[in-house]
Nanobody, 132 residues
């Protein structure tokens, strides 16, 4: 059974860092494209960025939404089938529930989506709260 589980959120002071994890089960995560999204209270879900699935001769490369800053880094961990979102220099406006998502299309080729409507498999989210 395919499942996505996010973790790593919490309460952090402004200026701090967090490393969010998206754990996949039932499939080999690196082969699939993923997006990271966040949703703050009363706001629409917005993209942080995405990463394409690995192919036979390349590894997925992350891209970031125009609103995302260089404080965000998406990466894959091949040892434990996870995806990560590193957020540095956290700001109060980063407070949101963070989600990972995939369309679970194998061998999709290069490219990924920052449109949440392109994904149909979502985790339950992990809450990030930035406050002093």
């Amino acid at each position: 059974q395919v499942q996505l589980v996010e973790s790593g959120g919490g309460l952090v002071n402004p200026g701090g860092s967090l490393r969010l994890t998206c754990a996949g089960s039932g499939f080999h995560l690196p082969y699939y494209r993923f997006g990271w999204f966040r949703q703050a209270p009363g706001k629409e879900r917005e993209a942080v960025g995405c990463i394409d699935g690995d192919g036979r001769s390349y590894r997925g490369v992350p891209i970031y939404s125009a609103s995302a800053e260089s404080r965000f880094t998406i990466s894959k961990d091949y040892t434990d089938n996870t995806l990560h979102l590193q957020i540095d220099f956290l700001k109060p406006e980063d407070t949101a529930v963070y989600f990972c998502a995939t369309d679970l299309v194998l061998n999709a080729g290069p490219g990924c989506f920052i449109d949440p409507r392109k994904y149909d498999r979502w985790g339950q989210g992990t809450q990030v709260t930035v406050a002093s």
